[in-house]
């Protein structure tokens, strides 16, 4: 399955509403599962970010559902890069002409 690793930063909501973060972890774990994936895992950090996650989703239709679900909440704004293994890569390399 694909892997993406999602960059967060919390909105003035999501900071007024900072309390609730127990809560939005767990609702960001079912909404992956509900979509067949997997959080791998969710990191808070300091600096340009507020959380770091890194999530297992079948396609970038489920991750987008995902993506768009949390969004709709308001209390957060997110990047997501889309991960390719290391042994990925080699073998994308390995094919080049």
Do not use: C
């Amino acid at each position: 399955m694909p892997l993406y690793i999602v960059l967060i930063n919390l909105t003035q909501k999501g900071i007024e509403n900072i309390k609730n973060l127990t809560k939005w972890s767990e609702d960001a774990r079912k909404v992956v599962k509900s979509v067949g994936g997997e959080t791998k895992a969710i990191y808070f950090t300091m600096g340009r970010y507020d959380i770091v996650s890194v999530i297992e989703a079948p396609n970038d239709e489920a991750m987008t559902k995902i993506l768009l679900t949390r969004a709709r909440e308001g209390h957060l704004r997110t990047e997501t890069l889309k991960a390719i293994s290391a042994d990925e890569m080699i073998n994308i390399v390995k094919e080049l002409p």
